[in-house]
């Protein structure tokens, strides 16, 4: 007697369909001939046994699975679970799978990639991280495509979809700048990032354009803390500071705090300060702050486009353009 509470197996499908288990598995990878009447007798008994074929065990005999594979290297910044929360619903809609790699420091996505592809995944979408080109081109070897989310790369053979970047640091230059901040500086995050090197190199830009040097640029990474920290350490050696752009909410929240709390600073009085992203932080009363966000569901629609239609044979790079949202901090 079948367990109700367990879930049919291929082998309850052949038993009922009166097949061979060996059809059957024909049948789910779509590989090899199924003769119409047992394709017919396969489907009635899948629709008796509410049987769903297990997506791993699909991808393992026909070689491509129907899963996604979301690689990411930061789980803490509020911005990321919002951006993974929108991407699984989409993909869920789609019907396709998701899996979830960590690719979080001392680990890299060169390290987790192999475990990615023994999955036979169907794409692979990597955020808050980047890849060498040896490991694009292990990707490009087993036909799997790739993509980066909010990120570029120099390695070939990968699409990348990311907001404007560079666009966003010359938003908030021409703000601070109108705003009446001349005496600028600006926190970045992690180093290696593409997102925040290009809202700085869009920034100084901008400001040159304005006859208008940056005073001073520091960076580490995405965090309430680095920003707090930042921002002690700038004025520390640059008190005559009236405007900061953060290379995110987070840093720009942690900035806002020091520069009340432990400088006595007024804001937008003395400083002005722009973030990027439009965190939820952003928003709160504590902090009202001015900021670039970045269009998520246009990101994720281009990224999920080029991620299931694209040609890997001729990468892109599409750049999305931010908007500025205006409040109290500048």
Known sequence: MTNKHKAPTQRDV?????????????????????????RERILKAVAELNYEPHPLARGLSSGQSDIIAIVLSSITNPWYPIVLNRITHVLQAMRLQVLLFNAAPPQSVDDVLPSVLRYRVKGVLITTASLSSKAALMCAEQGVPVVLFNRSTRAGGVHSVSCDNADGGRMAADTLVRAGARKLGYIGGLQEASTSADRQRGFVSQLAE???????????????????????????KHPQIDGLFC???????GAVDALRYRLNKSIPGEVKVIGFDDHPVASNAAYQLTTIRQPV???????????????????????LKGELIKRGSA
Do not use: C, H
């Not at 304005?210 to 520390?236: H, N, P, Q, R």
């Not at 290379?247 to 929240?253: F, V, W």
């Open 14 to 38: 052949a038993r009922v369909a009166g097949v061979s288990q060996a059809a059957v598995s024909r049948w789910i990878s779509g590989r090899g001939y199924v003769a119409s009447d047992v």
């Open 210 to 236: 304005w006859g208008i040097d940056l005073v001073a640029a520091i960076d580490k990474e995405f965090t309430y803390d680095w920003g707090f920290e930042a921002t002690l350490k700038l004025f520390e």
């Open 247 to 253: 290379a995110d909410d987070e840093i720009g929240s």
């Open 297 to 319: 569901d246009e990101m994720i629609e281009n990224a999920l486009d080029v991620l299931l239609n694209g040609d890997m044979a001729s990468p892109s790079l599409r750049l």
